[in-house]
């Protein structure tokens, strides 16, 4: 919020708000007819905590029933409301826009309600932008779009949206009414191009006339060939049971038309076997130029065709496809739904005799084509069989493979990358799956999976997937330092800090290595994508998309600005920073940014709507990870991984926030509600995917807001340091008691007197235990190069001795090499410790 | 298998398989949104049959219909590591050429695109296509603040300007053999 009085400014955000409340009294003597002032008035209340919040309230509402039209003040009010969390019965825009219809203001209404993703009000504003347009013809050319029909439109898009993303918010009389009112408008605004025939084609769906909805997509598709509205046509084909048209629309746009492409092959044959057609179609499959959805529509028609023999069609497309990259993707569906395909062996055994084993006994030499196809080969049987990856014999066939193509990694060229990386991917899965043993032991398999990754990316320098895998090992291993350096190689930006940020981010100890640099780590980056890329661009792109009638897009827009403004990766992100400050004695921060995010990202969790603009919706790209080896997360392999540093989820995210708005949110109304829904989290604590060390940090609260709660036992430090918790341990500590440093000083008002004596008890203990720790860091971090060392040799005998270790042939050399980084990471990770 | 598909903007959160890729630009939020919002039907991905995405192209339209230089223009084109080499991007590329070509909605005389003279790669599989070099751009992927001369030639930072006919420039007065041969400055290329 930018003030119009630099005074008032800094009073504000130094907290001083006596001072800014009389800076306020003394211009609204000056101004007494700016309603603006009087918003700044009823807004510092606000901010002045519980005692003032009703008489905030009430002048806010007081100012709104005199119909400001500045919209600085509109927007003042919004805040104060949201600053109560007070819900008033008409928003304020609206309240206003309603009383007052003149097209600037109605406009802004419409623009807050893009910027703060509000489809209702959209709606609502869209409709009254076009009874201004249609009253006031002098406004019209006030702003771009400058016509009446055009506001038509926009309020015809505004009735779609609310209907297909506002459903469950509106009545059953309102989803029928609305794409009638709709209509009505596109109508009127007559639709002269496929985006507007777009939106009137929407509403006639949403209206159940699909048959009217037909003959435009018919009339409209005859004078343009456009894909969004071809899709949409054939969809109402399919949907309304008109078999024979469908049969020769998709006829006419795979022959005539020549548009080889998949989705239209499938109702095709989906058509041909309702009309039985299927010889019809079988033909025209025959005829069509040689592809891979040519040999992807024989399998589909099998399915329906039972004269068809699907295991022919299934070898033909490997023998023609089995060396491109996407054979096993394209397969893999269709593996899935057809049941004369469960059973692949024999038609593996034919490829492994026919291709392979010439070329993994090395009696010919691997081209880049065998390689594929062994990759493929491996993957498809692992597909069929994924319990084939508790078996040693996979690890072995694996480096086989492996190695009996490593010479074609000599070849690649700049940025290009090989699929061998996938065999050395599927071994340690398969080491993973097999693994026996504790929490404490998984640390060395953790590090002969580095090995051999890291040695597979020596070779294979771009390939990505290699890194993820990496990224996770290293921040569960405490190396943060060499899973930062990987992530910058990834050069991940803008959209991607939202999807994949968390890989690195999660968690205290994944930000020791620039605890002390807040402004370059990438919980600052991720923060400032948020601030400055999504507030400042998507508001305004959705308003050009209205502005240029793209009219298919619009929902798109939405949905994006909905989902990344109220994103999982967002709440998590603000979570962390908060700790990072709480870390670092940052205060300041948490009290006039974060606070506010975390309020603000909690009122749309609490909400626990099914709706995109009501929940936290989870972005995070847990896909690509996987998408390698047998593209699936394998549940004996994700167990593994989470018995350290475990991926977290939507209640963890939940009971953090909490924990942290019953710190910071100590004025809050809605803080009785904050204490009971963390208690009744904390409750199934043993469900969350948190460390010990934090189940005992959320003890600690319980036990403050309900004695009963009994603490949990204070978490151990690891004796190994190549552990995620021995660094995450020491933070969760040192940050316990920093939470209760800060409720000691700031909760003293609205804490009872034995609430706060046990606080400071709490302390105190902590404190004392966090004495000891800072002892025995120096006799750690002594340590560590011997253990480092110990390890390594360690592993180096396991690879050089072990009958599982020697198939993957790493050298001592390379062992000693990534040895080194891991000290120097090592090293970093002890020097965080400084920070405590 | 491939469908092509209209890209939706949500479809950024799902482009890690393709932008992971170091020869993928990833570019602002708004470049993306932008092409939606005002080239809504130039922008659209092939999924495969799991409705992913498996590559993606982007463009517009631009230029003065009087001067014949009316066309599309391919700003980024991609395929997902996985799906390369059967003949996606190709496909993606003739795609466009059904889309811009015809009287509705854009009639455009030629499709170009830009890619740096020491692309090799590229170059050809655009040759394939049948696009040739219509100019070579002097110093256009050069430094900011770099003033380029015709004279100094670097196929590092050069584009080559690469054109293909449309059904509208009946007598390809859009395209020149020799274009390899004409050179210009960026501030010349305005349409």
């Given at each position: 919020m930018v003030y119009a009085d630099p005074f008032i400014e800094n009073a504000l955000s130094c907290g001083n708000y006596k001072l800014a409340l009389q800076l306020v009294d003394r211009k609204i003597k000056e101004h007494p007819n700016s309603s603006y002032y009087f918003g700044?008035?009823?807004?510092?209340?606000?901010?002045?905590?519980?005692?003032?919040?009703?008489?905030?309230?009430?002048?806010?509402?007081?100012?709104?029933?005199?119909?400001?039209?500045?919209?600085?003040?509109?927007?003042?009010i919004s805040e104060v409301f949201d600053l109560c969390n007070y819900v008033p019965l008409v928003d304020p825009f609206e309240a206003v826009g309603k009383k007052h219809p003149n097209s600037s203001l109605v406009y802004e209404w419409f623009s807050h309600s893009v910027e703060a993703g509000n489809l209702i009000q959209v709606q609502k504003s869209t409709m009254m932008l076009t009874k201004v347009l249609t009253t006031d013809k002098s406004s019209r050319d006030q702003f771009s779009p400058s016509s009446a029909r055009m506001a038509q439109l926009?309020?015809?898009?505004?009735?779609?949206?609310?209907?297909?993303?506002?459903s469950s918010r509106i009545t059953a009389a309102s989803r029928k009414l609305f794409p009638l009112l709709g209509l009505k408008l596109v109508e009127k605004a007559k639709p002269q191009n496929a985006q507007e025939y777009f939106v009137y084609c929407e509403l006639l769906k949403l209206a159940g006339k699909e048959e009217q909805c037909k003959n435009v997509l018919e009339e409209i598709l005859s004078k343009e060939n456009d894909l969004q509205l071809k899709l949409m046509y054939l969809d109402v084909l399919d949907r309304t049971g008109k078999y024979e048209q469908l049969f020769e629309t998709c006829r006419h746009y795979l022959d005539n038309l020549k548009e080889d492409d998949w989705n239209t092959w499938k109702l095709f044959i989906k058509a041909a076997g309702e009309i039985r057609k299927t010889g019809d179609c079988f033909k025209i499959i025959n005829e069509y130029p040689d592809g891979r959805n040519k040999g992807l529509a024989y399998l589909e028609l099998s399915k329906?065709?039972?004269?068809l023999r699907a295991t022919d069609f299934f070898e033909a497309y490997i023998s023609k496809y089995g060396s491109k990259k996407c054979c096993f993707q394209d397969?893999?569906?269709?593996?899935?739904?057809?049941?004369?395909?469960?059973n692949i062996d024999d038609i593996l055994d034919r490829i492994y005799e026919k291709e392979i084993v010439s070329v993994s006994s090395r009696k010919s030499k691997a081209t880049e084509k065998d390689l594929i196809l062994m990759v493929n080969y491996m993957k498809l049987k692992l597909h069929q069989k994924t319990e084939l990856l508790n078996d040693t014999d996979t690890i072995k066939e694996c480096c086989t493979y492996y190695k009996a193509t490593e010479q074609l990694l000599d070849k690649l060229q700049q940025f290009d990358f090989s699929a061998s990386s996938e065999f050395a991917i599927i071994a340690c899965e398969a080491l993973l799956s097999q693994y026996k043993g504790t929490q404490n032991d998984l640390p060395t398999l953790l590090l002969r999976i580095v090995v051999i990754m890291e040695s597979a990316l020596l070779k294979n320098p771009y390939e990505f997937h290699l890194k993820l895998w990496l990224i996770a090992l290293y921040c569960k291993l405490n190396l943060v330092n060499r899973a930062e350096s990987l992530f910058e190689s990834l050069k991940v930006k803008f959209v991607q800090l939202d999807t994949l940020s968390t890989i690195l981010s999660t968690r205290i100890s994944s930000l020791e290595t620039k605890l002390n640099s807040s402004k370059s780590n990438i919980?600052?980056?991720?923060?400032?994508?948020y601030s400055n890329n999504v507030g400042r661009e998507v508001p305004q792109l959705i308003l050009n998309g209205f502005k240029q009638g793209s009219f298919s897009k619009i929902q798109g827009f939405f949905e994006f600005e909905n989902r990344i403004n109220f994103s999982f990766t967002r709440l998590q992100n603000t979570n962390e920073q908060i700790r990072n400050c709480r870390l670092q004695d940052d205060i300041r921060r948490i009290e006039i940014t974060l606070k506010n995010d975390l309020k603000s990202l909690y009122k749309v969790y609490a909400m626990e709507g099914k709706e995109l603009d009501q929940k936290i919706n989870d972005n995070r790209d847990r896909k690509t990870f996987w998408d390698c080896g047998v593209h699936q997360r394998i549940k004996?392999?994700?167990?593994?991984?989470?018995?350290?540093?475990p991926e977290v989820n939507m209640d963890y995210l939940a009971i953090t926030t909490l924990m942290n708005l019953l710190i910071y949110d100590y004025n809050s109304s809605l803080y009785e509600d904050y204490i009971k829904r963390y208690l009744d989290l904390y409750g199934k604590v043993g469900d969350i995917p948190c460390t010990e060390a934090e189940t005992w940090n959320f003890s600690v609260l319980a036990h403050i807001f309900e004695p009963s709660e009994e603490i949990k036992t204070d978490p151990k430090i690891p004796k190994n340091q190549l552990t995620f918790n021995f660094n995450h341990t020491i933070f969760v500590i040192t940050d316990c008691v920093k939470q209760l440093k800060y409720m000691i000083y700031d909760h003293s008002e609205n804490m009872t007197t034995k609430q706060i004596a046990t606080i400071r008890s709490l302390k105190k203990q902590y404190s004392e235990v966090l004495k000891k720790v800072k002892k025995d860091i120096n006799s750690y971090k002594k340590n560590e190069k011997?253990?480092?060392?110990?390890?390594?040799?360690?592993?180096?005998?396991w690879f050089a001795k072990n009958e599982i270790g020697r198939q993957f042939s790493v050298d001592a050399n390379t062992i000693t090499n990534i040895f080194e980084e891991i000290g120097r990471a090592g090293q970093q990770s002890m020097k965080q410790l400084n920070a405590i | 298998m491939t469908s092509i598909v209209p890209f939706q903007a949500t479809d950024l959160f799902d482009l890690n398989p393709i932008n992971l890729d170091p020869l993928t630009e990833n570019f602002y939020i708004y470049f993306y949104l932008q092409y939606l919002s005002d080239w809504p039907t130039l922008f659209y991905k092939s999924t495969s049959a799991l409705d992913e995405p498996t590559g993606y192209i982007l463009a517009k339209t631009e230029g003065q219909v009087l001067k014949k230089e009316w066309h599309a223009h391919i700003s980024a084109?991609?395929?997902?590591?996985?799906?390369?080499?059967?003949?996606?991007?190709s496909y993606l590329c003739q795609m466009l050429e059904t889309y811009t070509q015809d009287e509705k909605p854009y009639y455009a005389f030629f499709i170009d695109l830009f890619v740096k003279c020491n692309n090799t790669l590229a170059i050809n599989f655009y040759e394939k296509l049948g696009y040739s070099v219509f100019r070579r751009v002097v110093g256009y992927y050069g430094p900011p603040g770099r003033i380029p001369s015709k004279s100094r030639l670097n196929d590092e930072i050069d584009a080559f300007d690469m054109r293909k006919s449309l059904k509208r420039d009946k007598a390809h007065e859009c395209v020149r053999k020799t274009g390899r041969r004409y050179h210009v400055l960026p501030q010349d290329v305005v349409f």
């Open positions: 700044l008035r009823s807004q510092v209340l606000a901010y002045q905590g519980p005692k003032f919040r009703q008489r905030a309230i009430k002048e806010a509402e007081d100012l709104l029933a005199r119909c400001p039209t500045d919209i600085q003040t509109l927007t003042i926009y309020a015809a898009i505004g009735f779609v949206l609310v209907c297909n993303c506002c329906i065709d039972h004269t397969l893999v569906s269709v593996l899935d739904e057809h049941p004369e395909l469960s919980l600052f980056q991720v923060a400032k994508f004996t392999v994700s167990q593994k991984l989470d018995m350290i540093n011997k253990q480092i060392s110990k390890v390594e040799a360690e592993v180096k005998h | 084109v991609t395929i997902d590591p996985n799906y390369r080499r059967i003949g996606l991007g």
